[in-house]
């Protein structure tokens, strides 16, 4: 496959830090930059190499739209989950954390044999060894927290209380883990966005080295990325007032302060002026029907 000069130099990079005895990378791409493509040439070097790769995704409904991905540039790889099965003569596996079914039992996904290694089965009588681990969307630590069997944190949080005359009062700080032998797993993380909104998760925690690549504003010089334009109404309730959960607005609250006839009448209005003749995609705070009470505005 013929890789973009700046996708070129991220497998570059990300080979030579593996030289350098670095397993665990973060690659940093902006969406719409080609992460998959990256990742389907570092898969196909990884299969010349007589590697078997497991790439994970953190939605099922992602295990097809990858497959269709690899096979559109000509890599044939196989998925794992209820509607999937995989191929034991792939070389890469393409699966969620939930699919490989991480209870220990033989013969059934991934396993831990007694001598540390990490194998996938393929079926009762089959399975290949993990050499390499690929995290899409690798900025999600809860799903990435799943697979701490497969790639254990490198430092954890440790709460303690440390004066004597605030004994109630405590403090966080990180301590590192014992001293670990070289990890026995490639793994390889995809983001566009690498950081975690919340204060105690870090994406060092399991990387060691970042490797990055375009931004938003190189790709729309290069001409990969159309220019954007960002247009805003004067919402209905100010953010701020808003509260956040799990990284996002609480959906109640959203739908609250957003679902009322003035401000769809604000969303419409604005949706006619500037995207009524473009194919849009439009984000709404709640799929409810309904949400006015059948209370209509001259425009919806």
């Known amino acids: ?32 930059g080609g992460k998959t493509i990256v990742a389907a040439d570092l898969i196909n070097t990884f299969s010349g190499l007589d590697k078997f790769t497991l790439f994970i995704v953190h ?15 000509k890599l044939m790889v ?18 969620t954390w939930q699919s490989l079914k991480l209870t220990g039992q033989p013969r059934k996904g991934l396993i831990q044999k007694p001598d540390g290694r990490w194998v996938f089965w393929f079926n009762s009588t089959q399975y290949k060894p993990i050499d ?22 490198h430092r954890q949080f440790i709460r303690r209380t440390e004066d004597w ?53 190189e790709l729309q010089l290069k001409k990969r990325l159309s220019p954007a334009q960002y247009k805003s109404i004067d919402p209905p309730t100010s953010l701020a007032a808003l509260r956040i959960r799990m990284g996002d607005y609480i959906e109640a609250e959203m739908e609250s302060a957003y679902c009322t006839p003035a401000a769809l009448e604000k969303f419409i209005t604005a949706y006619l002026e500037h995207a009524s003749t473009r194919q849009s995609i439009v984000f709404c705070s709640t799929c409810a029907p309904r949400p006015f009470g059948g209370e209509r505005t001259p425009k919806s």
Not at 78 to 95: F, M, R
Not at 143 to 153: E, G, N
Not at 165 to 180: C, L, T
């Open 132 to 153: 390499v681990l690929i995290l899409d969307e690798a900025h999600q630590t809860t799903y990435v927290d799943k697979l701490q069997a497969l790639i254990p944190k």
């Open 59 to 73: 939605r099922t409904s992602l295990i097809q739209q990858t497959l269709d991905k690899f096979a559109a540039i």
């Open 78 to 95: 196989s998925g794992c989950s209820g509607n999937h099965y995989p191929d034991i003569l792939s070389s890469c596996v393409v699966a």
């Open 165 to 217: 005359m605030h004994p109630k009062k405590e403090y966080w700080f990180y301590e590192q883990n014992s001293p670990r032998e070289a990890d026995s797993i490639i793994t390889i993380g995809l983001t566009a966005t690498p950081w975690r909104l919340k204060s105690k998760e870090f994406l060092s925690d399991y990387f060691d080295e970042q490797v990055l690549g375009a931004t938003v504003y």
């Open 1 to 32: 496959m013929r890789l973009y000069k700046y996708q070129k130099n991220m497998v570059e990079a990300t080979h030579q830090n593996l030289t350098n005895g670095i397993g665990r990378q973060l690659l940093t791409l902006a969406t719409g």
